[in-house]
């Protein structure tokens, strides 16, 4: 009576899938937050966070949305996100930096790329694509985009914040 589909495992992958999933049961998917939802929210929305996230319809589209990231992220991966952004940066939120022929230097959200072309989000949320064998310069960026708040944020503003991103689950109550 579930919206699960049956399927077909091995004893193998069942057993790897059911030791995932008490693992991430024992970790928590959300840990206890001793923030407030109310006073984060207002936090993210009146700092700079807007610039770049987007949240339901508001905000930017050149970082990732966080409409549902409490589905999505542990809170111990959204504390991490938010003091120390370089640990971890997972492939669709990559940034490249290229050239072009005629030496315009463009930095961006990478969208796709294969053998012959790019595509970028700049930093005005334009779609840039272009053929590879027309650059001078192509590389990723080993560093996040999004900066530390380790020292801008009190240890209350990062709870109140983790516990609003962990209440963005889709539902109307945002």
């Known amino acids: 009576g579930t919206a699960m589909l049956a399927s077909t495992y091995s004893e193998l992958q069942a057993g790897n899938i059911v030791a995932y999933l008490r693992d991430m049961s024992e970790q928590g998917r959300i840990a206890p937050v001793n923030g407030d939802a109310i006073r984060g929210q207002a936090l993210v929305e ?3 966070c ?3 996230h987007r949240i339901k319809r508001n905000g930017s589209i050149l970082g990732p949305d ?3 990231i409490g589905l999505t992220r542990r809170t111990s991966e959204l504390e ?3 003091l120390d952004p370089d640990v971890t940066i997972l492939p669709e939120n990559r940034t490249v930096r290229l050239v072009t ?10 969208l796709n790329h294969d053998l012959i072309t790019v595509q970028l989000l700049d930093s005005n949320e334009r779609l840039q694509s272009f053929a ?3 650059l001078r310069e192509f590389e990723f960026i080993l560093d996040s985009a999004m900066p530390s708040y ?3 944020l009190s240890n209350q503003e990062v709870e109140d914040i983790l516990s609003y991103l962990v209440s963005l689950t889709g539902g109307d109550a945002q």
Not at 101 to 110: A, P
């Open 46 to 48: 009146s700092g700079d």
């Open 50 to 52: 807007l610039d770049c």
């Open 66 to 68: 966080l409409s549902i």
């Open 80 to 82: 991490e996100s938010i």
């Open 101 to 110: 022929e005629n030496g315009d230097e463009i930095t961006g959200k990478l």
């Open 132 to 134: 590879k064998n027309e």
């Open 150 to 152: 380790a020292n801008l």
